[in-house]
């Protein structure tokens, strides 16, 4: 009695015509016609490609510890090509497991297996046929897809949270058929928590706090999200710092088309999409380019952590806005251990100059002039937040910028990513070309309009952390000036807002 393991594999679990249900009705009939063959076990490989090796899939790969090798005779699959559909994989195979161990593999087609040497011809042909077919395949797809990303369309990998892939009507084959596509539209159900965290991430919250609040609230990372949508069970995710980052720095935010890596090459950060003008192909975004510009710069300094390029010495409230009434310098943090002997410190603001330009100007307890802000804070928290945008008048600094990025990108891809194009100098060619007509049309100054965030000062106060709250003061463009007299009462005063405000609120009170 021949004891067999029967392997079902799938490429992608939508291929219907080689559904697992079919393979293993092909299978049990096959074993059921032939006595003397018994299915001891079933192992599944989905979504695996037949060009992975067999011995690194996840199902039937484990059959291949030396201790198993007593509870099995041979591999058996629907097809040669659901078992091997590479012929230097298969011949491994032979070689390592076949000859050393004495196991073979069955095609339940037609019942060809590897036990004898015409045996091993045959399916070795089989193998050679079926990898042959898998790469004219990957060819064509591979044609297919570079044609889907230059038309804007979505054709696989993956997709930003916020948005969801929708299937139209892309015209009518010639046999009448009608023929469909996809293309990337806004998701109704996660569009605005996108634009929300991008919006708190500006205003500056950390990464580490949006995060672990949107694990808070139960909101899906991206893949899980996706799988939502299409009805299958989530895996569980959390966003973290690192990924939310890795979110936040795609350039598919702005609406441009990426090129990823394929399986198997060596790890690179996803390339832009380029038209036949050397530009970016786009479609559906997220934020506009002036949002996408504000938020790389909060995070440029960010690395892979949960902090943003906001902050520096962010462990105090009230960094770049409270000054020293003295001498105009900052208020810093300081800290001093408690003198009883007892362990602990404490801890105050002080002036930077106090340690090299001679400031005698005394420390400020940290407790007790951030309660003076909090207070001010209520005295405005019924306030409206309004944010003042400022966008360009028209699109030639736009397209300035892009034009002039597209050509360091092209660069850039042929001297040290290595990325070949034929028309090479052709583009940059033309976008020089453009990038001067760009620089000959008059520049025309940009425009600010408030838009009103829907929050009040102290929904907005209650709702940041203590970075969000300080990059809310510093938005304001106030600066405060404090001073601690010898008898330990601070005054303080203020300026008029500095040079543009990203928020345009009623002005904290003056001081005494």
């Not at 629907?78 to 994989?89: H, I, P």
């Not at 937040?385 to 092209?410: W, Y």
């Not at 620089?439 to 009103?452: D, G, I, L, N, T």
Request: aromatic share 8%; proline share 4%.
């Amino acid at each position: 009695m021949r004891r067999l393991y029967a392997s079902v594999r799938l490429s992608h679990d939508t291929d219907t015509t080689n559904a697992p249900r079919t393979q293993k009705k092909d299978i049990e009939a096959w074993v059921r016609d032939h006595p003397g063959n018994v299915i001891v076990g079933w192992v599944e490989d989905i979504d695996v490609s037949g060009g992975d090796p067999i011995r690194g899939r996840e199902g039937i790969g484990a059959l291949f510890e030396p201790e198993l090798f007593d509870e099995w005779d041979g591999l058996i699959g629907s097809r040669t090509d659901r078992l091997f559909r590479d012929q230097l994989d298969y011949l491994l195979w032979v070689r390592d497991i076949g000859e050393k161990y004495g196991r073979f593999v069955v095609d339940a087609e037609d019942g060809i297996d590897s036990s004898t040497e015409w045996g091993r011809d045959i399916i070795n042909d089989r193998v050679r046929t079926a990898e042959k077919e898998r790469r004219r395949i990957a060819r064509n797809r591979g044609r297919a897809q570079s044609e889907i990303r230059l038309d804007g369309r979505y054709g696989g990998g993956p997709i930003p949270f916020g948005l969801m892939k929708e299937r139209y009507q892309l015209g009518i084959r010639d046999d009448g058929k009608i023929e469909y596509a996809y293309h990337l539209v806004e998701c109704p159900q996660y569009i605005s928590e996108a634009r929300s965290f991008i919006a708190r991430i500006i205003a500056g919250e950390s990464a580490n706090f949006v995060a672990n609040d949107l694990n808070k609230r139960g909101i899906p990372t991206s893949q899980d999200a996706l799988r939502i949508l299409e009805g299958q069970p989530t895996r569980g995710g959390k966003w973290t710092a690192s990924n939310l980052l890795r979110y936040l720095r795609s350039p598919a935010l702005k609406g441009y088309v990426l090129n990823y890596r394929k399986k198997g090459e060596p790890r690179r950060p996803p390339t832009i999409v380029r038209g036949a003008d050397g530009l970016p192909v786009r479609r559906v975004a997220i934020i506009d380019d002036d949002t996408w510009d504000e938020l790389q710069e909060v995070i440029k300094d960010a690395g892979q952590g949960g902090t943003t390029g906001r902050r520096v010495n962010a462990s105090t409230l009230l960094l770049g806005v409270a000054h020293c009434g003295e001498c105009g310098g900052r208020l810093h943090s300081e800290t001093k251990h408690i003198r009883s002997g007892k362990p602990g410190r404490l801890y105050y603001y002080g002036c930077q100059n106090t340690h090299y330009r001679g400031c005698t100007a005394r420390l400020i307890p940290r407790g007790e002039l951030d309660g003076i802000i909090n207070d001010a804070i209520q005295l405005v928290a019924d306030e409206p937040v309004i944010e003042v945008k400022r966008v360009r008048s028209n699109e030639r600094d736009r397209k300035l910028a892009e034009v002039g990025q597209a050509i360091a990108d092209l660069n850039q891809d042929q001297f040290v990513r290595g990325i070949i194009r034929p028309n090479f100098d052709e583009l940059v060619t033309d976008l020089r070309a453009e990038h001067d007509r760009l620089r000959a049309m008059p520049q025309e100054s940009s425009e600010e309009k408030k838009v009103p965030t829907g929050e009040t000062i102290g929904k907005l106060w209650e709702r940041c952390d203590i970075n969000g709250r300080r990059a809310f003061l510093v938005g304001t463009g106030l600066r405060l000036y404090f001073i601690r007299d010898e008898s330990g009462t601070i005054h303080h005063t203020r300026t008029e807002k500095g040079e543009r405000p990203k928020y345009d609120i009623v002005p904290l009170p003056g001081g005494s």
